[in-house]
């Protein structure tokens, strides 16, 4: 009779063990979520182009002008909860593909050599989030951090056969700001703006998107 009620004691202390650490995985579960955002993205057309060589072949004066100013960008990201206020994302971020025009002129002004330049910009972005509930289901979020970009630049002559390639990669800040709101049980609609800079250039994000949490209401 004893061994029977010491292996049910042993039993019953083993399944609220169990049961606790379930509640603490869920809970640690509970801290992460996972979002995706979709956007236009506005350039800063009245700035020249950033290059890590030099666009002309024969190294004179570049006149660029600038086209597609806004255009598609997205964004997918994971986040991290230490409080209800308080978060960590680690993000993907695209910011568009960009075709822009440039001349080059010979000293003589005898010949013009237009070119036209593919530009894409993409990174991870790491930053902090704070977050203000307004009430139950609404709240916004504020965020900033470093985004870790690399740009690719692609020119096409008029005149020359061939295309020239530059790649850059550098970091700058980022500040965001957005509205939060809850449609069901762990699934969020968003609204955000995000001003990136690349090369020390503006450039801000505009999306609508979705975020999922592990009950993250």
């Not at 063990?17 to 603490?24: D, F, P």
């Not at 979002?35 to 020249?48: A, D, E, N, R, T």
């Not at 570049?62 to 978060?87: E, H, M, P, S």
């Not at 977050?131 to 470093?146: C, I, Q, W």
Request: glycine content about 12%.
């Amino acid at each position: 009779m004893l061994a029977i009620r010491t292996m049910w004691r042993a039993f019953l202390i083993s399944a609220g063990g169990l049961a606790a650490a379930t509640a603490s995985a869920d809970d640690t579960a509970s801290r992460w979520s996972f979002g995706s955002q979709l956007g236009q993205v506005h350039g800063s057309p009245s700035q020249p182009t950033q290059f890590s060589g030099d666009p002309s072949t024969m190294s004179y004066d570049v006149a660029a002008t600038w086209g597609d100013d806004k255009r598609l960008g997205w964004r997918v990201f994971t986040g991290y909860q230490f409080t209800d206020y308080l978060a960590v994302h680690l993000g993907y971020t695209d910011l568009g593909k960009l075709q822009s025009r440039f001349v080059d002129e010979l000293p003589e002004r005898l010949l013009q050599s237009e070119r036209t330049l593919t530009q894409t910009v993409r990174g991870v972005d790491v930053g902090l989030q704070v977050k203000l509930p307004l009430s139950e289901r609404v709240a916004v979020a504020f965020r900033g951090g470093k985004y870790y970009w690399k740009l690719k630049t692609r020119a096409f002559s008029s005149l020359d056969v061939g295309s020239e390639r530059f790649t850059q990669r550098d970091s700058d800040d980022f500040v965001g700001a957005g509205l939060e709101v809850g449609i069901v049980e762990d699934l969020t609609a968003t609204v955000g703006w995000t001003r990136y800079k690349v090369s020390g250039d503006p450039i801000a994000l505009w999306t609508v998107g979705v975020l999922y949490g592990f009950g993250y209401f």
